[in-house]
């Protein structure tokens, strides 16, 4: 997970694009205020630039100053509960900042996927909210804005703080996914940009909650990924991330005969990442093209020699593998074996002269015996990765993972410095609530 970024700071440094440069041209000298604070990955990164692209749309203003805002963002992650806790204390924390700062006026908006997932639960818990917004309404922070402002704040009268206080705009399954010309602000450097080919996850992953959170996989067409990139490459970006949840699934939603779980690319049955790359291949311009976020079931030969042969694709893969002992792929529900695996690593590396492996993998996942992370070690040690993560398993509620059934109530937990600081200011327990810790009813 990526470290916290106040992302309305980085704005100024960053192009806007689309309709959003005609409106900022426009933007009214004592507009609306909007600052946002964007935790998590590339893909929720990418969501924060939609979100400001529409609050330019709106003619309002950014600020890198979460004092100066009017309305304040905080676009949160859920992945895994050190996520949460990190999400939950930027919310208190901004909230703190309002009361410290006399600003009773300013507004705080929850986006991201701890609001898609729990806005209903944190509705009832954290009244000093004013909107949470789901990930289908990203395109729509502006007009949602629009009627926060004109809402009185709980702060001016407390006697409206109750659970029904904050607006809620959430779907229970996400179906949105950007175009070409949705509006953006860019958060990049100048020089690099994300490009989200997809949105959600058909993998079942019994560590992963990305599915519920985020929906089905579901793609953009070729033509409005290619258009993006055009658009990009005209605007002097040298580096495009091609990025979603599973990159390389993209296309195959889209085949008239349903793909299965472990279909590797076939360009025959319809659109594919190996088509789409070649079609990038003869965008006019001087770039290149890096792979995030690919998935080992779902490789084929077909895409390795369309890397190789593509001189605008980066030698870099990013292939998140988790384990290597067949029985914790299982469990993992991996749809993938040690055997594919080994097999997969080797045509890569063949196939891709020179070729950079990034990967992660989880321990401690529940039944791994010692004997199984020592090959798992032994395995990191043989293949020798470019670059490697490792991620302490995380049990995630309403994974398939999870005992969930049995978790009937929200621990209160105290530890946390915001919540202490909070506690004190005005002695309210609820805001003690972190959302993260779960206890087993006996």
């Given at each position: 997970m990526n470290s916290p970024s106040v992302v309305a700071a980085k704005a100024f440094g960053a192009s806007s694009r689309g309709q959003c440069k005609?409106?900022?041209?426009?933007?009214?000298?004592?507009?609306?205020?909007?600052?946002?604070?964007?935790?998590?990955?590339?893909?929720n990164l990418v969501d924060a630039e939609i979100m400001l692209g529409s609050v330019l749309q709106h003619g309002m203003e950014i600020t890198s100053c979460a004092e100066d805002a009017d309305v304040l963002v905080i676009n949160t992650c859920a992945f895994i509960d050190s996520a949460k806790e990190e999400s939950i204390e930027a919310i208190l924390e901004a909230h703190q900042e309002r009361g410290l700062n006399k600003r009773p006026n300013q507004k705080l908006i929850v986006s991201g996927c701890m609001s898609q997932r729990f806005a209903r639960e944190l509705r009832g818990e954290m009244p000093e909210v004013d909107a949470f917004i789901g990930l289908d309404q990203v395109s729509q922070l502006g007009e949602i804005i629009e009627k926060i402002v004109a809402r009185p704040s709980w702060l001016r009268d407390p006697s409206e703080a109750s659970g029904t206080h904050a607006l809620l705009f959430s779907r229970t399954r996400p179906i949105y996914?950007?175009?070409?010309?949705?509006?953006?602000?860019?958060?990049?450097?100048?020089?690099?940009?994300?490009?989200?080919?997809?949105?959600g996850?058909?993998?079942?992953?019994?560590?992963?909650?990305?599915?519920?959170?985020?929906?089905k996989h579901r793609s953009r067409t070729p033509q409005s990924v290619l258009a993006e990139i055009r658009g990009l490459v005209s605007e002097g970006v040298r580096e495009i991330n091609l990025i979603s949840q599973d990159t390389t699934y993209y296309g195959m939603d889209l085949w008239s005969a349903k793909a299965g779980p472990r279909q590797p690319v076939d360009s025959t049955r319809g659109p594919t990442l190996a088509t789409l790359l070649r079609e990038i291949q003869e965008i006019d311009g001087d770039f290149w093209i890096r792979l995030l976020y690919t998935h080992p079931a779902h490789w084929s030969d077909e895409l390795i020699d369309t890397i190789a042969q593509c001189d605008k694709v980066a030698r870099y893969i990013d292939i998140p593998l988790q384990h290597i002992d067949d029985s914790m792929l299982g469990r993992m529900r991996r749809e993938t074996s040690r055997q594919h695996i080994e097999d997969l690593i080797?045509?890569?590396?063949?196939?891709?002269?020179g070729v950079t492996l990034r990967t992660t993998f989880i321990v401690g996942f529940p039944g791994e015996t010692e004997a199984q992370f020592a090959g798992l070690l032994d395995f990191i040690r043989r293949t020798r990765f470019e670059r490697l993560g490792i991620f302490k398993y995380s049990q995630e509620e309403g994974s398939r993972n999870c005992p969930c059934k049995n978790w009937k109530r929200i621990e209160i937990v105290s530890g946390s410095a915001a919540y202490r600081a909070e506690r004190s200011r005005c002695s309210r327990c609820r805001f003690a609530c972190h959302f993260v810790k779960r206890s087993r009813s006996r």
């Open positions: 005609e409106e900022a041209k426009r933007l009214p000298a004592y507009g609306t205020k909007v600052g946002m604070v964007s935790l998590g990955c590339a893909k996914i950007p175009d070409y010309n949705t509006p953006r602000f860019r958060l990049t450097p100048a020089h690099s940009a994300y490009v989200k080919i997809a949105e996850c058909n993998h079942p992953c019994s560590f992963c909650v990305i599915p519920q959170m985020r929906g080797q045509r890569l590396r063949a196939g891709i002269p």
